[in-house]
């Protein structure tokens, strides 16, 4: 066996996937997109046994059909063989629902070690699962294991290592007579003419496939007159299969299927009686409620800016002393000993005080927030929040799910958008495609908090998110309007209630704090450069005074405030890094009045967030579509700004 060696994690949604990765990677993990596709491609490295194990975290789904690019991804990863061996996570506590996927992964044939997670809350429902029944019933090793702790995760690693040295295959399913004599019948003639074919999948996999009208290989097989003459078959095999069992062939095998999980489940699962009602549910009864589940959501989102702006501003002071009085004035008294005035200027106005700026302002309530979304990742709260949201999602064409897409956008609107595909229907991903922008992103709330919350209070900075919030359900509305069709209802798997781990909250903080930096740093030093040298030439005078008779007479802000709000789409927490630098400060209060501060972070929170932004929208939706929604964001941001200016004029006067 080669040194280096590739495992596939593959399962359903919330059965701890991404626990388990993280317990096997840790921090050396890279995230990117699949070649063709926005779905999310996780994948990292680990050191076992001399070996160094690339790990690949696929998307999790529930079927191997190509009904999404979720499903299309994992599927054609694994026929690949790029894998040297495909860990299946199994969640314990519902087996004979995950094994209608375990079935298909076997029918791919490829190497494969199950890894039969959270055994310890099956343990407190009071299921037990014979695994080494289970390992015979499947044919293929199994490993218990509860990846948020760590427990197994060193046998599953031992065990694929071993399936690996083998090459060892599992057995493919057997199903009903009808549908072996079918399958058997389509195998003799793949094979046959497999020279013309080409084709990657294992040959009982492609006849099942066919059997179920499978529209990627029909597709691939017609392209070819061989593969037309099977396809015709298949499709007369098919429609016997109908006459026989009275239903369509699709829900023939999907049955053979969950009749074989059913009978294994049965096999191998012992249910315990329960003296008592489990916590889950219990906690379910009261944080799901249709009347005390809402302000118990509310008083989860007002506690969780407040612990963000509390900390941030904590952070903030203690970071703005360091800089104020040592890190600045001993590099500019180092730096005049070397450079002339004006070159010590732009290195200690632009790169030092960028530095400063993006590690005090932004980095304060960067980390908290992460830190809490993963908390509500990691604990199972966010899927609650869905159903409870999906009333509220479907008066703007949506149902709960868009929830997922929505709170993702507060980390990044950029995922969001890409996310945004988990929707059904075009007309849904669109509408949340337009929505999910609106959300006030981490950059956004850097903004907001940094500025508002600060200067103001935390009471007015919750009074702009509620006024985003009215703003996203007004315009959802409108969309709904002229977008006609009806929202699709909510199916969604309420995973079980986890105490979050601290080492996977910390790594999923640490890692997307660092990813933050690392595109957001550069281009804030950058515009931090950028600035300082038009300053020194005399250009950034001009544009203020060109942009002068808009910004005050329309808006109400100062001229200055043109800078940020232009050159902020680059990225939008450079917006407020930016309005230090021309401002000359970090004390905002002394350059801008409360009513200026409330006008200007209204402007900021609807405005085009960035041009990564962008870049996704026009991916997703295409050219023309990306344009008109940034043009609506742009005349929205704008005109609520002028709105929010009048409103406070008439109120204050």
């Keep these: 066996m080669a040194e280096k060696l590739t495992l596939a994690l593959a399962g359903n949604s919330n059965v701890g996937k991404s626990a388990l990765f993280n317990q096997l990677t840790g921090l050396r993990q ?11 491609k996780v994948e990292g490295t680990l050191y076992f046994e001399g070996l160094k194990i690339k ?71 009071g299921i037990e699962i014979n695994v080494e029944m289970l390992s015979k ?43 072996e004599e079918r399958i058997v019948r389509l195998i003799e003639v793949l094979e046959a003419k497999a020279d013309k074919l080409k084709l990657n999948y294992p040959k009982t996999w492609v006849a099942l496939k066919l059997l179920e009208r499978d529209e990627e290989i029909v597709a691939r097989l017609s392209s070819t007159a061989e593969g037309k003459e099977i396809v015709a078959l298949a499709e007369r095999l098919a429609e016997e299969l109908e006459l026989i069992h009275g239903e369509p062939s699709p829900v023939v095998i999907a049955s053979e299927r969950y009749s074989i999980a059913a009978r294994i489940a049965k096999a191998c699962v012992q249910l315990k009686p329960r003296p008592e009602i489990p916590w889950g549910d219990k906690l379910d009864a009261v944080l799901v409620h249709r009347v005390l589940g809402y302000p118990i959501m509310i008083g989860v989102l007002v506690a969780t800016f407040a612990l963000i702006f509390t900390v941030g501003d904590l952070l903030v002071e203690v970071l703005e002393g360091f800089f104020e009085n040592y890190a600045v004035p001993e590099a500019s008294s180092f730096l005049l000993s070397l450079l002339p005035a004006e070159a010590v200027d732009l290195v200690v106005n632009g790169v030092i005080m960028g530095i400063a700026a993006g590690t005090t302002i932004i980095l304060p309530y960067i980390i908290p927030f992460y830190l809490v979304l993963s908390i509500l990742e990691d604990s199972g709260y966010l899927p609650r929040a869905a159903f409870l949201t999906d009333a509220l999602m479907h008066k703007v064409g949506l149902h709960g799910r868009a929830i997922v897409p929505m709170v993702l956008g507060f980390g990044c609107n950029v995922p969001a958008v890409m996310a945004s595909r988990v929707l059904e229907t075009d007309r849904e991903r669109l509408i949340a495609g337009l929505l999910i922008v609106l959300v006030p992103c981490a950059a956004r709330t850097v903004v907001i908090l940094g500025l508002v919350g600060r200067f103001i209070g935390i009471h007015v900075a919750l009074a702009i998110y509620l006024l985003d919030l009215a703003v996203i359900v007004l315009l959802g509305r409108l969309a709904f309007k002229v977008l006609p069709g009806e929202a699709v209802g909510l199916i969604m798997e309420m995973p079980p209630y986890r105490l979050p781990s601290i080492k996977s909250v910390v790594n999923k903080t640490l890692v997307r704090t660092w990813s933050f930096m690392f595109i957001a740093f550069p281009l804030i030093v950058g515009g931090s450069v950028a600035i300082e040298a038009f300053k020194l030439m005399g250009l950034l005078d001009a544009f203020v005074a060109a942009s002068k008779p808009f910004m005050e007479g329309f808006l109400g802000l100062p001229a200055i405030c043109a800078v940020p709000i232009v050159f902020g789409i680059l990225r939008k927490e ?12 970090t004390n905002l209060s002394t350059v801008l009045t409360p009513q200026q501060m409330i006008v200007f972070t209204v402007i900021v929170m609807l405005y085009i967030p960035c041009i990564a932004t962008i870049a996704a929208l026009i991916h997703e939706y295409g050219v023309k579509k990306a344009i008109l929604m940034t043009a609506l964001y742009i005349v929205l941001a704008l005109t609520m700004g002028a709105l929010t200016n009048l409103f406070l004029n008439l109120v204050l006067s």
């Design 30 to 40: 890279n995230v990117g997109n699949w070649p063709g596709t926005t779905v999310e």
């Design 55 to 125: 790990v690949i975290d696929l998307p999790g789904v529930y079927s191997l059909s190509a009904f999404s690019a979720d499903e299309k991804v994992a599927r054609e990863y694994i026929a690949s063989g790029e894998a040297d061996v495909v860990i299946n996570v199994v969640d314990a506590t519902a087996l004979e629902r995950n094994l209608y996927l375990t079935l298909q992964l076997m029918e791919l044939e490829a190497p494969m070690v199950m890894a039969l997670n959270q055994v310890d809350a099956a343990t407190r429902k």
């Design 137 to 179: 019933e499947l044919g293929f090793p199994i490993v218990a294991t509860v990846a948020i702790t760590g427990m197994g995760v060193k046998d599953l690693l031992s065990t694929a290592l071993r399936i690996a040295k083998q090459g060892v295959r599992p057995p493919q399913p057997r199903y009903g007579k009808e549908v």
């Design 574 to 585: 450079l917006t407020l890094i930016m309005l230090t630098e021309v401002a000359g400060t």
